[in-house]
């Protein structure tokens, strides 16, 4: 069992920027596969990037693309997802997720494990 635990939302102003963390219990990340959703009010969670583990890249929405970037530290033990040129329509609960093995990236039945969320909230 892995547990997840995201930090670093808050409220910015539109064109600023936040990074999430997300850290793991029991398990570090070099054996995980980390994808990173959000999910506004009224809307489906949707897929915003993914660090694979067995290629070693990192794969974006096109909403992101360009703007977010998702790492993880040399110890894997924490991943993070910078936010740059957030705008009102980035305002979410972002999720990391994990698993061993993740073959759709963008799909979120594809990760067992989840954190509980962090709100990120952006104002115009």
């Known amino acids: 069992q892995v547990q997840l635990v995201e930090s670093g939302g808050g409220l910015v102003q539109a064109g600023g920027s936040l990074r999430l963390s997300c850290a793991a219990s029991?398990?570090?990340?070099?054996?995980?596969?980390v994808g990173w959703f959000r999910q506004a009010p009224g809307k489906e969670r949707e897929w915003v990037a993914t660090?694979?583990?067995?290629?070693?890249?990192?794969y974006y929405a096109d909403s992101v693309k360009g703007r977010f970037t998702a790492s993880r530290d040399n110890a894997q033990i924490t991943v993070y997802l910078q936010m740059n040129r957030l705008n009102p329509e980035d305002t979410a609960v972002y999720y990391c997720?994990?698993?061993?093995?993740?073959?759709?990236?963008?799909?979120?039945?594809?990760?067992?494990?989840w954190g509980q969320g962090t709100q990120v909230t952006v104002s115009s």
């Open positions: 660090l694979q583990r067995s290629s070693g890249r990192t």
């Open positions: 997720a994990a698993d061993t093995s993740v073959y759709v990236n963008s799909a979120y039945s594809s990760y067992r494990y």
């Open positions: 029991r398990r570090t990340f070099s054996s995980l596969t």
